[in-house]
């Protein structure tokens, strides 16, 4: 089972970036389907970005598509989310999620296994 821990938060100005890591505790890590979800106060937790075990395949939220890009390097068992462009609407904590199959998924019942999360804070 992968257990998720991400880093990389931190303060930001609006226009800025920031590189969000999330590394796994699993030696099966390339038989996993990542996501990147996020939650800001008072809201759902929502999807943001997806990549298939392989990293072959990515999906993005249209409220990031062209701003941030979600990538993995299976030797090192890590994902990861370039977020450049930031806006004070990106401001929540940045969760990454495994769901062991070849496909990720848009829904955040889908996946097996949650890290803490990550405070990520846009100001503007």
């Known amino acids: 089972q992968v257990q998720p821990v991400e880093s990389g938060g931190g303060l930001v100005q609006a226009g800025g970036s920031l590189r969000l890591s999330c590394a796994a505790s699993?030696?099966?890590?390339?038989?996993?389907?990542m996501g990147w979800f996020r939650q800001a106060p008072g809201k759902e937790r929502e999807f943001v970005a997806a990549?298939?075990?392989?990293?072959?395949?990515?999906y993005y939220a249209d409220s990031v598509k062209g701003r941030f890009t979600i990538s993995r390097d299976n030797a090192k068992n890590t994902m990861y989310l370039q977020m450049n462009s930031l806006k004070p609407e990106d401001t929540a904590v940045y969760y990454c999620?495994?769901?062991?199959?070849?496909?990720?998924?848009?829904?955040?019942?889908?996946?097996?296994?949650w890290g803490q999360g990550t405070q990520v804070t846009v100001s503007s």
């Open positions: 999620a495994a769901r062991r199959t070849f496909n990720p998924s848009y829904s955040a019942g889908a996946y097996d296994s």
């Open positions: 699993a030696r099966t890590f390339s038989r996993y389907a």
């Open positions: 990549i298939s075990d392989s990293g072959g395949s990515t």
